[in-house]
Nanobody, 115 residues
Framework: QVQLVESGGGLVQPGGSLRLSCAAS????????MGWYRQGPGAQRELVAT???????NYADPVKGRFTISRDKAKNTVSLQMSSLKPEDTAVYYC?????????WGQGTQVTVSS
């Protein structure tokens, strides 16, 4: 079993920046695709961004140009740099690691964008 632990959430004003980090409890293998998802109030969980083992990235349209995903395979971490934050980015952000039938989730970290 792999545990993913997120950190870096908090309260930020519109237009501000935050950096989320996710650390795996053990080596999960670089073949996993890692990503970030979010779930806003009353909404379903949705994709934010993913990064494959070769570094290919994919972003949801609402965050393109504002968020950047990166990973450190040696440290088993994935990060999400969020800039130009908007109130609609308010959500619980979840870290994910996936490979075939294996799918691991973190416990989530709250991001609130409000003045």
């Amino acid at each position: 079993q792999v545990q993913l632990v997120e950190s870096g959430g908090g309260l930020v004003q519109p237009g501000g920046s935050l950096r989320l980090s996710c650390a795996a409890s053990r080596s999960i293998g670089s073949a996993y695709t890692m990503g970030w998802y979010r779930q806003g109030p009353g909404a379903q969980r949705e994709l934010v961004a993913t990064i494959t083992f070769i570094g290919s990235t994919n972003y949801a349209d609402p965050v393109k140009g504002r968020f950047t995903i990166s990973r450190d395979k040696a440290k088993n971490t994935v990060s999400l740099q969020m800039s130009s934050l908007k109130p609609e980015d308010t959500a619980v952000y979840y870290c994910n690691a996936a490979l075939g039938p294996f799918n691991f989730w973190g416990q989530g970290t709250q991001v609130t964008v409000s003045s």
